[in-house]
């Protein structure tokens, strides 16, 4: 099974991040010249990082995973003047560690490695371009990030208000000026073109000017249902989950947005006071979908709270298409209007999966 294995990694994790770099340094010695003094433990904390994808991969029985990391992790190092050749030797350095550690238990973790190498040097990422003038709200969007990318966060506004004096709904300003917005936000951080400063400011700047549409937001007709959103512990990216939860306001839902540092046992005891009929949970970097994983197992094994649908969504759930089942949910959505339409359906049944 890959979760024994995978489970073993996790928890030797540092230890094994430790071996790969003395091999690569000894193999290597020119790398001491190349990265300073530095270098042993920036190699060591990348390889730490490598190893959280591997075994949530390995927890998914999805390559899928650990290819798209690799693929990431390609654009982000070489845009830093970092070469592929270093991550695809930092790669089979890992596979020798997990061959002498591991043996023939450790196969399905170097048939993974294996086959990121390969992934690796069949061609050169590609950059994705979330904004095109040829998308819904494309002009706007452009606008929107240039003022932002500007620090002009009262521009960016004004884009926004004049969607709004337009008639334009809050769900499309929301899926085609602020959501495509992160994502080149995301994209452009990879490539080394801004800051986590500018990262930060942008995503702070979205969050205030989303307050201002509230007033359309809660104008809706209550249904009697209640949602709770939240981000597992620890995740950086909370904003679409706050999107999400707007998306079922609008739709009459009672909603109660728990942001992303709320502990599980928090979030069960939440669920239970507010009689919920949903918990939408967001995953948005695939090394904590085993925390998706935890706090369902902690709503399920709740007397209180057995009774709630849980729907869960974020990248991984995207890229592994029976990942939901999983981790134990009800069911997954890829964006926020399928969220909303999916919730209702989950709480308009009794009981089983959908």
Same mark, same amino acid.
């Not at 974020?314 to 997954?332: E, K």
């Given at each position: 099974m890959n979760d024994g294995v995978a489970e073993k990694i996790s928890e030797e994790k540092e230890r094994i991040a430790e071996e790969v770099t003395r091999l690569l340094f000894t193999d290597q010695p020119e790398l001491e010249k190349r990265y300073g003094s530095s270098g042993r433990d920036k190699c060591t904390k990348d390889t730490v990082y490598h190893l959280g994808y591997l075994v949530e991969a390995l927890r998914a029985s999805s390559p899928v995973i650990f290819n798209d990391y690799v693929e990431w992790a390609d654009v982000m190092l070489s845009s830093r003047d970092i070469p592929v050749d270093d991550l695809i030797r930092n790669i089979s350095s890992l596979e020798r560690v997990l061959i002498v550690r591991f043996g023939k238990e450790g196969s399905s973790a170097q048939a993974y490695l294996q086959g990121a190498r390969k992934h690796l040097k069949s061609g050169k990422s590609e950059r994705v371009h979330w904004i095109s003038r040829n998308r819904p709200l494309g002009k706007e969007a452009g606008q929107y990030l240039e003022y932002l990318l500007d620090g002009d966060r009262r521009a960016a506004t004004e884009v926004i208000d004049r969607l709004v004096d337009q008639d334009v709904s809050v769900q499309d300003i929301y899926e085609y000026v602020f959501q495509v917005s992160q994502y080149e936000i995301g994209a452009l951080w990879q490539q080394n073109e801004i800051s986590v400063a500018h990262e930060h400011f942008c995503t702070a700047a979205t969050q205030t000017i989303m307050a201002r549409l509230y007033p359309q937001i809660f104008s809706t007709k209550p249904n009697g249902k209640t949602m709770i959103g939240c981000a597992v512990a620890g995740e950086l990216h909370e904003l679409g989950i706050r999107m999400v939860t707007d998306f079922f306001e609008m739709d009459g839902w009672d909603t109660y947005y728990l942001g992303a540092n709320m502990p599980a046992r928090e979030i069960v005891n939440t669920v239970a006071e507010k009689n919920a009929d949903l918990l939408a949970i967001s995953v948005t970097i695939p090394v904590r979908v085993h925390?998706?994983?935890?706090?369902?197992?902690?709503?399920? +094994?709740?007397?209180?709270?057995? +009774?709630?649908?849980?729907?869960? *969504? *974020?990248?991984?759930?995207?890229?592994?298409?029976?990942?939901?089942?999983?981790? *134990?949910?009800? *069911? +997954?959505?890829? +964006?926020a209007r399928e969220a909303v339409e999916t919730g209702n359906q989950l709480a308009s049944t009794a009981g089983g999966t959908s």
């Open positions: 925390l998706a994983r935890e706090l369902i197992a902690a709503i399920r +094994s709740d007397e209180r709270t057995t +009774s709630v649908k849980v729907l869960t *969504g *974020g990248y991984p759930f995207l890229r592994v298409s029976n990942l939901w089942r999983q981790v *134990g949910a009800d *069911g +997954s959505a890829a +964006s």
